[in-house]
């Protein structure tokens, strides 16, 4: 079932991959040509972009998923600056939050180091982890983000308000189509947290949960900085 499963993963992603690229050019250039127009096609068009952006992340997780479970390392590695990939990551979600009242907490220390790393795929692991807080945390409350320097390590954190998660889960959350029933927010792949940690792990930090059930959760990662 395993191997059917990564089949089909394999399959999706190169049979999107062509059409959406497609896809997302074309918005680009509508964007570009009703820039000062009509406000409606502007916003119908951003909601289109956004869509497609998170499709085009989803579809480029997948692709890392197999690559990293092959062995393969990630060879896209430069120095990246933990406050700009954050800042990035928090741009991709802001509206999803703001449209559950939520507001996000930034709590990043001043003159971070630079990570040798790959921003696209630090950039995701954190997206991730952001979409999960938003999902599980209710209406008008905060979620925190944060990074901090610790010995040889730039730690980042999520932080959300969620109903928490039992010892027993902690790991199990972290494997590939584990989906916990916490509520209709529990839909999904049960992908978004596997991706996480095969990419935490092939930078060579780890990622792990701290949290006690009803209260809030934190997904902590660390990444070794240069």
Not at 62 to 68: H, S, V
Not at 140 to 164: K, N, T
Not at 170 to 192: A, D, M, P, Y
Request: with cysteine; charged share 25%; glycine share 8%.
């Amino acid at each position: 079932l395993d191997s059917l499963r990564e089949d089909l993963i394999a399959m999706v992603y190169h049979d999107l991959r062509s059409p959406l690229a497609n896809v997302v050019s074309s918005l680009e250039v509508m964007s570009s040509m009703s820039s000062g127009g009509d406000k409606t096609v502007e916003s119908l068009l951003k909601i289109a972009l956004r869509s497609t952006d998170r499709i085009q992340r989803l579809t480029n997780s997948l692709l890392d998923i197999n690559r990293l479970e092959a062995g393969q390392a990630i060879g896209n590695l430069q120095p990246v600056s933990p406050s700009e990939v954050v800042k990035d990551a928090i741009e991709a979600v802001l509206l999803t939050a703001q449209n559950k009242d939520q507001e996000i907490v930034v709590e990043v220390s001043s003159e971070l180091p630079d990570i040798y790393a790959d921003a696209d795929m630090v950039r995701r692991v954190l997206i991730n982890l952001l979409e999960n807080a938003i999902k599980f945390t209710p209406a008008e409350c905060e979620i925190h983000i944060g990074a901090q320097r610790l010995d040889e390590f730039v730690q980042m954190w999520v932080q959300d308000a969620g109903p928490g998660i039992s010892l027993v889960d902690r790991e199990r959350i972290f494997e590939k189509f584990t989906r916990l029933n916490v509520g209709e927010g529990s839909r999904g792949l049960g992908l978004g947290l596997a991706y996480c940690r095969l990419a935490v792990d092939g930078h060579g930090g780890r990622i792990w949960v701290e949290s006690r059930p009803g209260r809030a959760l934190a997904a902590v990662v660390s990444e070794v900085w240069v």
